[in-house]
């Protein structure tokens, strides 16, 4: 393909991520609200304010999927800021374009089809690089991490937004009969997609813990890096800086 994949379990991986998001695209929006009962919606405010951008900065939102950090990073840069939604999926591109139009917001927003582990910008162009529930999809995690610190501007930010594991034991019980038991046959009704939603939840499971994706970031370049935990670690917020 043109986005240079490699090796065949790569591009079978690469293949399947795109076929989940393909299959859910327009059931997308409904099933984010559903599945976390609406809280997406904090965690996603959340990380914006962690993110600290101001009027007139860049933005890229990878693997941006419907824009909905894109709204919201909008507000902040202003209308002298820019906006890039960038996904690997043109059907979620597709369906979040329309969906930024409709909110009548598209002046300073701009679209690309791109793999984060390849980006195709210059060093040095964002004052924010962010990936919402995006990088647990990405096969190699680490040339994404290296990609999103070369194009950041000195004295950006990395922001990623990611399921991650819960910090006590209770949650975790109560989260793995949710998410191994209810979510499949929520997927199922809903979104007429029982495999999609299994595949949510094993993804989620082998994404790596808090500390260690802390260390791939710095292992990318980023300094100063922390995480910041959400409903008990089911979500963090982690963010890093280049110099
Ligand atoms: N950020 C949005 C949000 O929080 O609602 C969308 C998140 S959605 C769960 C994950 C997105 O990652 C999908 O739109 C998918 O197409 C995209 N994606 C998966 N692998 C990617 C890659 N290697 N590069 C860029 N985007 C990717």
Request: glycine share 8%.
């Amino acid at each position: 393909t043109h986005f240079g994949f490699k090796q065949v379990p790569k591009q079978e991986k690469v293949a399947l991520v795109r076929g989940v998001f393909d299959s859910v695209a327009s059931q997308y929006d409904v099933m984010n609200d559903l599945m976390s009962m609406g809280i997406h919606r904090i965690w996603k405010r959340v990380a914006v304010q962690l993110a600290n951008v101001r009027e007139g900065d860049s933005v890229l939102d990878l693997a941006g999927g419907t824009g909905d950090l894109t709204k919201l990073y909008e507000k902040r840069v202003g209308k002298s800021g820019q906006v890039v939604l960038a996904d690997i999926n043109a059907a979620m591109l597709r369906t979040g374009r329309d969906r930024l139009i409709d909110h009548g917001l598209s002046g300073n927003i701009r679209y690309a089809q791109v793999n984060a582990e390849c980006l195709p910008f210059a060093d040095n162009t964002f004052d924010c690089v962010t990936i919402g529930f995006g990088l647990r999809n990405v096969t190699d995690k680490d040339a994404a991490l290296r990609s999103m610190y070369r194009v950041l501007k000195p004295g950006g930010r990395v922001i990623v937004l990611e399921f991650s594991h819960p910090i006590d034991p209770i949650t975790e019980k109560v989260y793995d009969f949710y998410s191994f038991n209810l979510l499949p046959k929520i997927g199922a009704i809903v979104a007429k997609d029982e495999d999609s939603y299994r595949y949510l939840a094993e993804s989620i499971r082998m994404h790596p813990k808090q500390d260690e994706l802390k260390q791939m970031m710095e292992n990318a370049g980023l300094e100063r890096c922390e995480y910041f935990n959400m409903t008990q670690g089911i979500v963090a917020v982690h963010r890093g800086y280049k110099f």
